[in-house]
């Protein structure tokens, strides 16, 4: 089959031949139909993230059709269409018991430990392929599988309440979906940040009330004076700058004894200075992960029954082989471009 194999950072993917992946009793072989550019993508693109081994075979949002099952496999049949939950998790240690697989302690992840979606074929475990209702394409199952429901999760990381108030600083693929998360729930008043017009255009058509250009205004002035000097309910960082985390710091509510809640979905790689440490309170700041299992669940029949609208979600459709072309765009905010898709 075709991949694309990643060897090193700064050099563009190489797209290879290689053996089509035989599956066990509890696997099923998935013919790929969609696979959407992570940011973290950029991550392993620029050597901020290495992944688990190399060569590998990047790409965790991934949706397509069962071609094969293994002999001992229940849950999914030939043809099925179906969307992969990219964390592999063991369903025993103490983490996976309390439902939080993406802290399963033996956890290895698709497209970083093991290979991924950018591929023609991929052989996961069984337990890791969930069914696509019809109603829902290939490329919105795709991106269901990270950027929909990280979003979706670090609501729920947050606590989110219905009217609750909320901030969210970048609007990218998992940031623009926390927006529309946000009004899907019920918040009060959501404020987007970003640096690009296009996402803020868009921003308010996925539910945002008020946007904020963090280029050329103070975002923490400004969510202080929407907020009547309050701070929003719940600030979320999806940008991953040390600039936006103490923006997102700053911007939670803060009275006598309450708190925002603030929470870190994107990768930091460099020390934070927490600025608003002084007015943070009990509970105040969380680190959201990935998403679970049962988010994922709950995102597909969200999706399924139309409650959320993914109709915009993706700006670019790609042909398999120009995946540099799609990280380059998404890595320099070209073309207007909010998620891409490799359709196969
Ligand atoms: P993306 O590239 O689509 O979005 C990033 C957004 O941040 C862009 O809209 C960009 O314009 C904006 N931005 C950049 N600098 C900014 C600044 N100074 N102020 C305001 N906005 C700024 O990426 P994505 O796919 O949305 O992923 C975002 C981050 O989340 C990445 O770090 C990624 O690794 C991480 N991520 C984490 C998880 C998780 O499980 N926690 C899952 C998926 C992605
Ligand atoms: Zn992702």
Same mark, same amino acid.
């Given at each position: 089959?075709?991949?694309?194999? /990643? ?35 950029? +991550? ?108 979706? +999760? ?5 606590? /989110? ?15 623009? +979906? ?82 925002? %809640? ?35 669940? %709950? ?20 042909? /398999? ?24």
């Amino acid at each position: 089959m075709k991949a694309f194999r /990643f060897y090193e950072p700064e050099v563009p993917w190489k797209l290879e031949e290689v053996p089509t992946p035989t599956i066990g009793d509890n696997d099923v072989l998935v013919k790929i139909k969609a696979a959407g550019i992570c940011g973290s993508d950029l +991550h392993y693109k620029h050597g901020r993230m290495k992944p688990g081994k190399i060569p590998i075979i990047l790409g965790h949002e991934i949706a397509g059709v069962v071609e094969e099952i293994g002999s001992k496999v229940r849950n999914v049949n030939i043809g099925d269409r179906i969307c992969v939950h990219y964390i592999i998790s063991c369903g025993d240690c103490v983490h996976c018991s309390q439902g939080n697989d993406n802290r399963c302690r033996n956890r290895r992840s698709i497209g970083h430990h093991v290979d991924g979606g950018f591929a023609e074929y991929i052989a996961i475990p069984s337990r890791n392929a969930f069914k696509l209702p019809d109603e829902i394409p290939f490329e919105q199952g795709a991106i269901i599988g990270c950027a929909v429901s990280t979003a979706f +999760h670090a609501l729920r990381v947050g606590e /989110f309440q219905p009217g609750d108030t909320v901030a969210v600083f970048g609007l990218g693929g998992v940031g623009m +979906h926390v927006v529309a998360w946000a009004r899907v729930f019920g918040a009060s008043k959501i404020i987007g940040v970003d640096i690009v017009d296009f996402k803020l255009r868009l921003a308010k058509e996925f539910g945002a009330d008020f946007t904020i250009n963090a280029a050329e205004e103070d975002p923490v002035k400004e969510i202080r004076y929407l907020t009547d000097d309050l701070g929003v309910d719940v600030s979320l960082e999806v940008a991953g700058t040390e600039k936006t985390m103490e923006y997102a710091l700053l911007s939670a509510c803060e009275s006598n004894y309450a708190s925002g %809640r603030v929470v870190s979905v994107a990768a930091q790689f460099k020390p934070i200075v927490i600025k608003g440490m002084r007015t943070l309170r009990e509970g105040a700041l969380r680190k959201s992960g990935d998403h679970t299992r049962d988010d994922l669940r %709950r995102v597909i029949q969200l999706v399924k029954a139309k409650r959320i609208d993914l109709s915009k979600s993706i700006t670019h459709r790609l042909p /398999f082989d120009k995946l540099n072309y799609g990280l380059e765009i998404l890595d320099e905010k070209k073309e207007n471009i909010l998620r891409a898709v490799l359709i196969q």
